[in-house]
Structures are given as C-alpha cells and as structure tokens.
Nanobody, 126 residues
Framework: QVQLVESGGGLVQAGGSLRLSCAASGRTFSSYAMAWFRQAPGKEREFGAAISGSGGTTYYADSVKGRFTISRDNAKNTVYLQMNSLKPEDTAVYYC???????????????????WGQGTQVTVSS
C-alpha cells in the first residue's frame, strides 16, 4: 500500500509559477516511476509528466513540455512538478500517481497507475 499526499496548489496569474509536491509513504520509493496527471472540469484525466525511479528519465506531454519540470528526491520520498509560464488552460486538479512496473512512458495513460493522490487544485487566472 502506498499513500500519496500532494501539496502546493493554489491561485496564480497567467505567466506565473507554482511548484507542486507529492510525498509518498513506504520504503521502496526509488524503485518505481511516478507521474503527474491533471483533470479539468468536464474533461478526462490527462497525463502531464513522468519520471523514472532513479530520476534519470523524464517524459512530458506536448501541452506542458518546455514549461513544466518533473523531479524527485528519493531521500525525501517526494516528487515535484515545477510549473512555469502558466496559462489559464492549465487550470485543473493535479494528481500525483505511482506507476505500475514496466510502464512505457510514450504509451502512458491513467490505466498505468496503481495509486493516486487526492489531488490539489491549480487555478490560473487570465
């Protein structure tokens, strides 16, 4: 069982920045890949960014590439999402996710997740 707790969401103006954090329970954090997804009102949950267990490999959706950065600190059991140049269309609930073993990042979807955090709201005003 893995518990994921997100923090860092809030209200920001367009062009601003936020950093989300996700703290994971357990002693095997470095052994599994993690990801961030988001869900806007009335839309399906969509993939945003993923990172391998070691942190050496990252992968981004086209919608956030170049603006968002995923990272992790395995000593703190924490994964981060640095979000820069935020746009109103980035407004959503952001979810931290533990990925199943063997996931291929370029084929990643919500079906590859075995644990979700509770979500944190990010609102970008224009």
């Amino acid at each position: 069982q893995v518990q994921l707790v997100e923090s860092g969401g809030g209200l920001v103006q367009a062009g601003g920045s936020l950093r989300l954090s996700c703290a994971a329970s357990g002693r095997t954090f470095s052994s599994y890949a993690m990801a961030w997804f988001r869900q806007a009102p009335g839309k399906e949950r969509e993939f945003g960014a993923a990172i391998s267990g070691s942190g050496g490999t990252t992968y981004y959706a086209d919608s956030v590439k170049g603006r968002f950065t995923i990272s992790r600190d395995n000593a703190k059991n924490t994964v981060y999402l640095q979000m820069n140049s935020l746009k109103p269309e980035d407004t959503a609930v952001y979810y931290c996710a533990k990925l199943r073993a063997g996931v291929v990042f370029r084929l990643l979807s919500a079906r590859n997740v075995d644990y979700w955090g509770q979500g944190t709201q990010v609102t970008v005003s224009s």
